[in-house]
């Protein structure tokens, strides 16, 4: 069983920029591919991110990419999403989950998922 953990969302306005944490309740977390998703009010869940056992190894949905990073720390358990340049359209509820696949990708199975974090972009 892995348990997830996300920190870091809050109220920022649009051009600003935020650092989403994932902590992660696992021994074996470095096997494990890292997905970022988010779900704005009304809309389906979405992909923006996500990244194999190296930071090498990463995927970006269009609509984030050259503006969000996801990067982590396999010896502390964490991964991590930066938000640069925000626009109110970023505004969702942002959920880490892992892949006990390893691989990483917006169309792989995340078993696992947190319980969210609130990012309001304000314009």
């Known amino acids: 069983q892995v348990q997830l953990v996300e920190s870091g969302g809050g109220l920022v306005q649009a051009g600003g920029s935020l650092r989403l944490s994932c902590a992660a309740s696992?021994?074996?977390?470095?096997?494990?591919?890292m997905g970022w998703f988010r779900q704005a009010p009304g809309k389906e869940r979405e992909f923006v991110a996500s990244?194999?056992?190296?930071?090498?190894?990463?995927y970006y949905s269009e609509s984030v990419k050259g503006r969000a990073t996801t990067f982590r720390d396999n010896a502390k358990n964490m991964v991590y999403l930066q938000m640069n340049s925000l626009k109110p359209e970023d505004t969702a509820v942002y959920y880490c989950?892992?892949?006990?696949?390893?691989?990483?990708?917006?169309?792989?199975?995340?078993?696992?998922w947190g319980q969210g974090t609130q990012v309001t972009v304000s314009s």
């Open positions: 989950a892992a892949s006990s696949t390893g691989v990483p990708g917006p169309r792989v199975l995340y078993e696992y």
């Open positions: 696992v021994s074996t977390f470095s096997r494990y591919a």
């Open positions: 990244i194999g056992w190296s930071d090498r190894f990463t």
